[in-house]
């Protein structure tokens, strides 16, 4: 089936520094999904991003379809930043989502 | 921005009983999602739903059953909970078009004891 890994699985940053966030997947994806998990929180969808690059706000994902991988940069990373980073990809036509495990970014003041 | 609402937001339920959790959208979207999320495994996806009526098998569907009685409604049913169906479950609603962005709700915390 399809597998969806996450680099780095945690990180540690300073109030400031910008984070950047890898996903790399298995198989073709017709959808990738950034979100975003407060602890013990749900998912907020930060942007959705099948190719090329979408910015919004502080966030910057670069989707390079056809090398199976995605990033998400973090630019001037604040506390509230911090949480957990999830990519999901939906590899065909059922519209399924499958989640990489996440990276956990902590960002200290 | 999608509305999903789940009930309850926690629930303790015995070895063998029946739970029941409810999900609600209030967009319009076709197509409905339960997933589970558990430390070390991520999200996994139990059941969907294309619409009303519809119910398909995800990636782990054992021990689950869905019921999509209206476009608004989707529900997760144990009919006989187990220890290892204690976890956080999560709902989510796309409308199925243009890559199907989701929405979660904010989950229902379930311990089976």
């Known amino acids: 089936g399809q597998q969806v890994q996450q680099s780095p699985s945690s990180l540690v940053l300073q109030e400031g520094e910008n984070a950047e966030l890898q996903c790399n997947f298995s198989?073709?994806?017709?959808?990738l999904q950034w979100f975003y998990q407060s602890p013990g929180g749900s998912l907020v969808s930060l942007l959705s991003?099948?190719?090329g690059t979408k910015h919004t706000g502080r966030l910057t994902s670069t989707t390079v379809t056809k090398e199976r991988r995605s990033s998400l940069h973090i630019s001037s990373s604040q506390t509230t930043d911090s949480g957990t980073y999830l990519c999901?990809?939906?590899?065909?036509?059922?519209?399924?989502?499958?989640f990489g495990k996440g990276t956990l970014l902590t960002v200290t003041p | 921005e999608a509305a999903v609402t789940q009930s309850p937001r926690n629930k303790v339920a015995v070895t063998g009983g029946k739970v029941t959790l409810s999900c609600n959208q209030t967009?319009?979207?076709?197509?409905m999602y339960w997933y589970r999320q558990d430390t070390g495994h991520g999200l996994r996806l139990i059941h969907y739903?294309?619409?009303?009526?519809?119910?398909e098998k995800g990636d782990i569907p054992d021990g689950y059953k869905a019921s999509r009685p209206s476009q608004e409604n989707f529900s997760l049913i144990l009919e006989l909970a187990t220890p290892s169906q204690t976890s956080v479950y999560f709902c989510?609603?796309?409308?199925?078009?243009?890559?199907?962005?989701?929405?979660f709700g904010p989950g229902t915390r379930l311990l089976v004891l």
């Open positions: 989510a609603s796309g409308d199925g078009l243009g890559g199907n962005t989701q929405y």
């Open positions: 198989s073709t994806a017709t959808q």
């Open positions: 991003n099948p190719s």
């Open positions: 999901a990809i939906v590899g065909g036509s059922n519209y399924k989502l499958t």
């Open positions: 967009n319009n979207h076709n197509n």
């Open positions: 739903s294309y619409g009303a009526g519809s119910t």
